[in-house]
């Protein structure tokens, strides 16, 4: 016997359970999530852990958190990132009490990135006394560089940098 597709109700089709509510929905009318689409999170929320979606249950559930991902990511591209190596220290408002650490990424910019990120989704934007390092690795006659950066998030005074840079770069 075969399955009715939840949303266009044809029986034709071949089906997939939706990850959520496990209805049968046809490939035309699922809604498909790449695993790898919320890599930067720390945990994965539970409803984010599927692959396939029927369009009720990825409306009014992954959606929401797909947005939210989403809003982060961007947020995360507008941190300021300061290095540990730098002369004067930006002006700080609020400053997390635990470092960030991102251990084995592929490039410098996918560390950066990832440190923002974290930076972003507690709400701070700013990442200071930044350190960024690579370790070469070797696996047989392949050598690849792997990536680590420690940071802490914090609350710096925009405004006030702002203008420093400003006065900085008129001289």
């Known amino acids: ?13 071949a089906t997939v359970p939706c990850g959520l509510c496990q209805e049968p929905v046809c490939k035309d ?3 498909f ?13 539970e409803v984010l852990t599927h692959t ?5 249950c990825y409306e009014n559930s992954a959606k929401a958190a797909l947005d939210a991902y989403n809003e982060t990511m961007e947020r995360a591209h507008d941190i300021y990132f300061f290095f ?5 220290p930006p002006p700080i408002i609020k400053k997390a009490r635990l470092s960030e650490t991102v251990e084995n990424c592929g490039d410098r910019d996918e560390t950066i990135l990832r440190l923002a990120f974290f930076a ?47 006065r900085h770069n008129q001289r």
């Open 1 to 13: 016997m075969q399955q009715l597709c939840l949303t266009c109700r044809r029986s034709n089709r």
């Open 29 to 31: 009318c699922e809604t």
């Open 33 to 45: 999530i790449e695993p790898s689409s919320f890599s930067f999170l720390k945990k994965t929320p």
């Open 52 to 56: 396939h979606y029927c369009q009720s």
């Open 84 to 88: 540990n190596t730098q002369k004067r």
């Open 120 to 166: 972003a989704q507690d709400g701070y934007n700013a990442i200071i006394e930044a350190d960024i390092t690579s370790t070469k690795v070797r696996n047989g006659k392949h050598q690849t560089t792997i990536w680590r950066g420690t940071g802490t998030p914090a609350q710096v005074d925009s405004v006030k940098l702002e203008k420093h840079n400003d």
